[in-house]
């Protein structure tokens, strides 16, 4: 401690400790030595200098500032035997030499304790770092897994973290406490002082644990369309829904692009996808006709479409209720795949 008296009212237990030590010391001192010759006295035969001390105020003040250069110049032992050895005050100086040593001894404590703060101060932050990094990626894996194993064993990962930073607190607390005998702490007091700072961490990750646990189970659906097969009458489309609540396809449209095939608007009855849920969807075409020619002339004749099919490709587009919204999804298709259906549905007027 710098200044003892600054540390007067402190919250915290070794620095009350210390200051106790301190004072009942400086009380000592102040009983013995009242007087400011006598004090100078004494700091004169301690060779300390007392053009240095200022030796305004009470007995009490004055022999606080002592003490404090005292300690800064390594004259404590100096003092304390020289008034050990004063014939006026016989038995007095044990007395002395014991407030002393538990003087010394609290500031000790303090020190360590410091020491050991400092350091749960830097784990701490180290792993509350490491705690958010954990969060965002547990989260985006969740949010983008469909797969309830995948998030079981990402909610068991954070647990098992916690566990760690736990075990990992109690560790440091019980050696911090076996291998610091001088100290004098029991290893409960040490476990009790170190383990509650570090159990914020495994609250933390408890706290993220269920945190993402609930925003698995609340997070909104998450549609996914594709192609499956066609046959003459109707596509057959797979929708697979990762979140967490169901979502709806509404309305499906095949457009052709540079096929010239005009597009068409698909049969669908109001399907509902279940959370986490994959469904196979027919999705009925009614009758294709092929596209006017640009500038006039008629329709494209068939002949002249179905080679198209081989090299270019149509889009599905699927409009999907999600529970945050509509969203459009889309599939691109091999024209080869459905050539069959165009074969029996495509007309030219």
């Known amino acids: 401690m710098t200044d003892p008296v600054s540390t007067t009212g402190s919250a915290d237990v070794s620095e009350r400790e210390e200051q106790l030590a301190f004072d009942k010391l400086t009380n000592e001192l102040a009983e013995l030595f009242s007087k400011e010759d006598e004090a100078r006295m004494v700091v004169g035969n301690s060779g300390l200098r007392a053009t240095t001390i200022d030796f305004g105020g009470s007995a009490v003040?004055?022999?606080?500032?002592?003490?404090?250069?005292?300690?800064?110049?390594?004259?404590?032992?100096?003092?304390?035997?020289?008034?050990?050895?004063?014939?006026?005050?016989?038995?007095?100086?044990?007395?002395?030499?014991?407030?002393?040593?538990?003087?010394?001894?609290?500031?000790?404590?303090?020190?360590?304790?410091?020491?050991?703060?400092?350091?749960?101060?830097?784990?701490?932050?180290?792993?509350?770092?490491?705690?958010?990094?954990?969060?965002?990626?547990?989260?985006?894996?969740?949010?983008?897994?469909?797969?309830?194993?995948?998030?079981?064993?990402?909610?068991?990962?954070?647990?098992?973290?916690?566990?760690?930073?736990?075990?990992?607190?109690?560790?440091?607390?019980?050696?911090?406490?076996?291998?610091?005998?001088?100290?004098?702490?029991?290893?409960?007091?040490?476990?009790?002082?170190?383990?509650?700072?570090?159990?914020?961490?495994?609250?933390?990750?408890?706290?993220?644990?269920?945190?993402?646990?609930?925003?698995?189970?609340?997070?909104?659906?998450?549609?996914?369309?594709?192609?499956?097969?066609?046959?003459?009458?109707?596509?057959?489309?797979?929708?697979?829904?990762?979140?967490?609540?169901?979502?709806?396809v509404r309305r499906a449209e095949l457009k052709f692009g540079p096929i010239n095939i005009e597009d068409r608007q698909l049969v669908v009855h109001s399907v509902v996808v279940p959370a986490g849920g994959t469904l196979r969807i027919d999705l009925l075409v009614e009758g294709l006709i092929t596209r006017v020619r640009p500038g006039g002339g008629g329709r494209f004749k068939i002949a002249e479409v179905l080679p198209q099919l081989r090299t270019n490709n149509a889009t599905l587009v699927i409009e999907v209720d999600e529970s945050n919204g509509r969203r459009a999804r889309t599939e691109s298709m091999e024209g080869v795949k459905f050539e069959y259906l165009i074969q029996h549905k495509l007309v030219e007027e």
């Open 61 to 248: 003040v004055f022999w606080t500032k002592i003490l404090i250069k005292a300690k800064q110049k390594d004259k404590l032992d100096a003092l304390v035997a020289y008034v050990a050895e004063e014939p006026r005050f016989p038995g007095r100086g044990d007395t002395l030499r014991h407030l002393l040593a538990e003087w010394r001894k609290a500031e000790k404590a303090r020190e360590v304790e410091e020491i050991v703060i400092r350091r749960v101060k830097v784990s701490l932050l180290g792993e509350i770092n490491f705690a958010v990094v954990v969060l965002v990626v547990a989260g985006a894996v969740i949010y983008y897994s469909s797969s309830a194993e995948v998030v079981g064993a990402v909610l068991a990962g954070l647990i098992g973290l916690g566990c760690i930073a736990v075990l990992g607190a109690l560790h440091r607390a019980v050696s911090a406490a076996v291998n610091k005998p001088s100290l004098e702490r029991t290893v409960g007091e040490s476990v009790a002082n170190i383990l509650g700072r570090k159990l914020v961490t495994a609250a933390l990750f408890a706290v993220i644990a269920a945190i993402i646990t609930l925003a698995y189970i609340n997070r909104p659906s998450n549609t996914s369309i594709a192609f499956q097969q066609a046959d003459q009458n109707v596509i057959q489309i797979v929708a697979s829904n990762g979140g967490g609540k169901p979502s709806v």
